[in-house]
């Protein structure tokens, strides 16, 4: 009796020596984790403050405090007060609702767009607006952009106001070319370009796809009146002086500072709420930080970067909101500087009918007229497609967004076009 009540004892005392053991080792295991986890959270945490004042000191915003006196160093108070007044007007109810009455996209339109009826009815209503162009006008001669109060969560309100602005002086525009008044023409796209630098903010991703497709809204509204017998060759000079290109590198490193005040404790948009980690948000950091180089050889690096983006997003491989927002942003240039090129060599087409009264017969003669003057290719280095109607003594210029899609031209059935008439 007393040897099996031993054996049970020997038993019981080995499986608590076991367990014990386990449990020790385990629990030491735990603690490892946990302590190698910790150190790598506070060293993260302590690296990123060290990053954020090397930005602070270099005048790199790193929270809600420092954006704010960023913004302001980038931007002008001169008009901030008519700016403010005119964006107000400009988004009012009374002038929402009348613009709306000219919206191509109308379902029922009251009249027929391009009708007689149409534009005596945009005549009256812009001459009841034309103060508020005029005050547009005069303000846009100011320095450039404008510094406005904004909430860093809402700022883009004001860019929507800002399209109510550029929508009305496209109607300006949209009347002086139905006149074939070439200088009244002339000065409402010059008051659009001064209008869009105004708010040439580059708040983040947001604010620079609204700047981006005001400057396609300038863009398209030259190209339009390619078709027509309206400008001379001095005012076409003029049109390509305001389309120069952007200063890549400069707007990516302004979007790159805003993005990066986002990974700080204090961060305007709460980005913190969702990277909760110190790791996390430094190798964000990191990305940021090898994302200022890629401009440095120009849209080479952002084709690059874009063709990942692409591919990657293709075939399902998983990228981070960050990586995805360079590779949207990517493409949102390489776009931008695609239609610039292909407004460019536009007008040095209408350039060379005026002055050969004819159109050219490829490509390689528009060249040597332009004497080098003007890229006839897209970023990717395709060659812009070329046709001409001899007929309707019309010639288009296109080109294509990526490698698989042509865009319809009127006379070839491709898109992404500018036709030209003689």
């Not at 009347?175 to 010059?190: F, K």
């Not at 948000?281 to 180089?293: A, E, I, P």
């Not at 060249?367 to 288009?396: H, M, P, S």
Request: proline share 3%.
């Amino acid at each position: 009796m007393n040897n099996k009540s031993n054996s049970f004892s020997n038993r019981n005392s080995a499986w608590y020596f076991r367990f014990s053991t386990w449990a020790g080792l385990s629990g030491l295991m735990l603690v490892a984790i946990v302590s190698t986890f910790a150190w790598r959270e506070i060293a993260a945490a302590r690296e990123l403050n060290e990053e954020s004042s090397r930005d602070r000191q270099a005048g790199r915003p790193v929270d809600r405090e420092s954006l704010a006196a960023w913004y302001r160093s980038q931007t002008s108070t001169e008009g901030t007060v008519e700016w403010s007044e005119i964006l107000t007007l400009a988004s009012s109810q009374f002038i929402s609702n009348r613009m709306q009455l000219f919206q191509k996209e109308s379902i029922d339109p009251p009249f027929p767009v391009g009708s007689q009826e149409y534009y005596d009815h945009l005549k009256d209503f812009l001459r009841e607006v034309q103060p508020l162009i005029e005050r547009i006008r005069a303000v846009g001669t100011l320095k450039k952009p404008v510094w406005i109060p904004i909430q860093f969560d809402e700022y883009w309100n004001r860019f929507y106001a800002s399209r109510s602005v550029l929508q009305l002086l496209s109607l300006e525009f949209e009347s002086a070319v139905h006149e074939r008044d070439s200088s009244r023409a002339i000065q409402s796209l010059g008051t659009m370009r001064d209008s869009i630098a105004a708010f040439d903010w580059y708040l983040g991703s947001i604010s620079t796809h609204l700047s981006i497709g005001h400057r396609h809204t300038l863009y398209y509204s030259i190209t339009k009146t390619l078709e027509v017998d309206l400008w001379d060759e001095a005012q076409l000079v003029s049109l390509k002086e305001m389309i120069r290109p952007l200063d890549l590198n400069a707007v990516w490193q302004k979007i790159l500072d805003v993005e990066g005040s986002q990974l700080t404790s204090d961060s305007p948009r709460g980005l913190v709420d969702f990277v909760p980690l110190p790791s996390l948000k430094k190798q964000m950091f990191d990305q940021l930080q090898q994302s200022r180089s890629l401009v440095k050889d120009g849209y080479r690096g952002l084709r690059g970067l874009w063709k990942r983006h692409s591919t990657d997003s293709a075939t399902g491989y998983w990228w981070s909101n960050q990586q995805f927002m360079f590779g949207e942003m990517a493409q949102v240039f390489l776009r931008l500087e695609d239609h610039r090129r292909l407004t460019m060599a536009a007008i040095e087409l209408k350039r060379f009918s005026l002055e050969k009264k004819r159109l050219p017969t490829d490509l390689r003669e528009l060249d040597q007229f332009a004497q080098g003057g003007v890229e006839l290719e897209t970023c990717e280095g395709i060659r812009f497609g070329y046709e001409i109607d001899n007929d309707a003594k019309a010639a288009a210029l296109w080109f294509r967004f990526d490698e698989k899609t042509w865009g319809p031209s009127p006379l070839t059935g491709h898109s992404s076009s500018v036709t030209i008439s003689l």
